[in-house]
């Protein structure tokens, strides 16, 4: 047997966290003697490495699991599952102050308990975190280890002074955020992904740095819990890779919010005073200064390739795109593989469940399956929710595609809910009702869009959808609603004529 593993901590250091601990990384655990070989080693316990060692001992498969720091990686500790708590309570802050709206009296006028909101998420993220924990995988058959693996040769790695020797390897280490190279902000201080779920006291200014899907997400959660929220992106629009049309809805719900906006904006530096920190803005030559208590940088990811040693086995990598691999989720060693967002483009907890998957068949089974041939959905949790899959409007356009859109005023049960912002918008591919894209905005447009990716995999059209019975009153009718649309422009003019005289012969 070999050393404990080393201790680390989370704050607060409540019994929640506690229990969180014991369950991703906790501090008795003794690393087990390595086998002789193993038919897969596994480095990092995120989503995308805990699929892999789960899949692989399932199959029968002697597996290896390293993990340096917490099991469940990004997702369960600092992203999906505690952020979407905290969305979750923010949006029935909102929803409180709503309910007149609905001809109903507010039992109290009082805002959040912020206190109590971050108690929840973490009394919720140490439930949740059984799953993923050390002492799971073990019963599944998995030998973990924690501690830092590196490679020490093109079929062997090295972790708490023990040799893994393998048949095959699968790299899943993740992303972390990146901090933008802004002058002061290190002195200054700031919150990423990684810190901002130990906050106990709501801050009383924040400063978002950065327009994307989780800076608009947390920007959202923080005003509605009554922070005074400054978000700001460099680029002209908020959530730039997302569709115009969905993004300007966005942006006006988060103005409602409260939230204070500002694009095309550079920082230019920041400084920390008795007064809180200031952030100066340049934007078209004018300066603005902004001050806050806390800062929260979300302004992109760097994939985790430090200390892993890649060139001892021979595995190339890139330091802002991470690890390189062919279709086939292969690196340059083709006995080992990469899953998950330290190897792909997309960042999304399902993408690395399906690259895990797709690993899995590749290098154990020499199977082919390509992580070019996946048609990925995607949501913003923010309120309304945006989701997305295939092309864009913008796409469409430049192929020459038709596109149908059903705004959600239209849809009975989203005038009822009193959530009529929003769209549903699919292209076509011209003479047919083959989908290629569409893009969701709705309260809850996550939960819709997979009608429309498995429309999109399994080449079901527009038409075939027109036929589908979706229950009434529901918001996903919007879907069936567009359908509908279609169906009616194959009634042509002289169709119509025809039709209309075969409705007099038979009067």
Not at 84 to 107: F, I
């Amino acid at each position: 047997m070999t050393e404990p593993a080393p201790a680390l901590s989370i704050a607060p250091a409540d019994i929640h966290n506690q229990t969180l601990l014991r369950n991703v990384h906790p501090s008795d655990w003794v690393n087990p003697e390595p086998a002789a070989r193993y038919n897969m080693v596994v480095i990092g316990a995120g989503t995308a490495g805990l699929i892999v060692a789960a899949g692989a001992a399932g199959l029968g498969a002697r597996v290896a699991l390293i993990e340096r720091e917490l099991m469940g990686g990004d997702c369960l500790n600092f992203g999906c599952v505690p952020s979407k708590t905290l969305l979750r309570s923010a949006r029935a802050a909102a929803e409180m102050r709503a309910v007149a709206a609905l001809g109903v009296a507010p039992a109290h006028a009082g805002g959040a308990d912020f206190g109590a909101v971050m108690q929840r998420m973490r009394r919720l993220r140490a439930e949740l975190s059984v799953n993923d924990s050390a002492s799971r995988f073990r019963g599944l058959g998995v030998d973990v280890f924690i501690g830092a693996g590196r490679f020490s040769g093109p079929d062997r790695v090295e972790v708490a002074g023990r040799t893994l020797r393998f048949a095959r390897a699968a790299i899943a280490t993740g992303t972390r955020a990146a901090a933008p190279p802004i002058p002061g902000l290190a002195q200054a201080g700031y919150l990423t992904n990684e810190t901002v779920f130990s906050l106990s006291a709501l801050p009383a200014r924040l400063a978002v740095i950065g327009g994307g899907p989780v800076g608009c997400e947390l920007a959202q959660a923080f005003a509605r819990f009554g922070s005074r929220v400054t978000l700001i992106e460099v680029a002209p629009s908020l959530l730039p890779q997302e569709d115009r049309d969905a993004a300007s809805i966005i942006r006006e719900s988060l103005l409602r919010d409260g939230i204070e906006i500002h694009e095309s904006a550079k920082i230019e530096s920041i400084a920390a005073g008795s007064g809180g920190k200031r952030l100066r803005l340049v934007r078209e030559g004018a300066q603005t200064d902004i001050e806050a208590d806390e800062i929260l940088v979300a302004a992109g990811r760097a994939p985790v390739v430090e200390g892993l040693n890649l060139e001892a086995a021979g595995v190339e990598y890139d330091r802002g795109k991470g690890v390189k691999v062919n279709d086939r989720l292969q690196t340059t060693n083709k006995r080992i593989y990469a899953a998950g967002d330290v190897a792909s483009p997309y960042r999304f907890t399902h993408v690395a469940d399906a690259t895990a998957r797709i690993v899995i068949r590749n290098a154990l089974f020499l199977g082919r399956e390509r992580a070019s041939t996946l048609t990925i959905p995607w949501c913003t949790y923010t309120d309304p929710e945006i989701a997305h899959v295939g092309l864009y409007e913008e796409q469409a356009r430049q192929r020459g595609l038709r596109t149908f859109v059903q705004p959600m005023a239209g849809v009975d049960r989203a005038v009822i809910d009193g959530e009529t912002s929003g769209f549903v918008k699919i292209h076509i591919a011209e003479g047919s009702d083959r989908i290629l894209g569409a893009t969701v905005v709705a309260r809850h447009a996550g939960e819709m869009i997979s009608e429309l990716t498995l429309a999109i995999m399994g080449g079901i059209g527009l038409g075939k959808i027109a036929q589908t019975i979706h229950p009434y009153p529901t918001q996903a009718e919007a879907i069936r609603k567009v359908g509908d649309a279609y169906n009616r422009t194959k009634l042509t003019p002289r169709a119509s004529r025809l039709f209309s005289r075969w409705l007099a012969w038979t009067r």
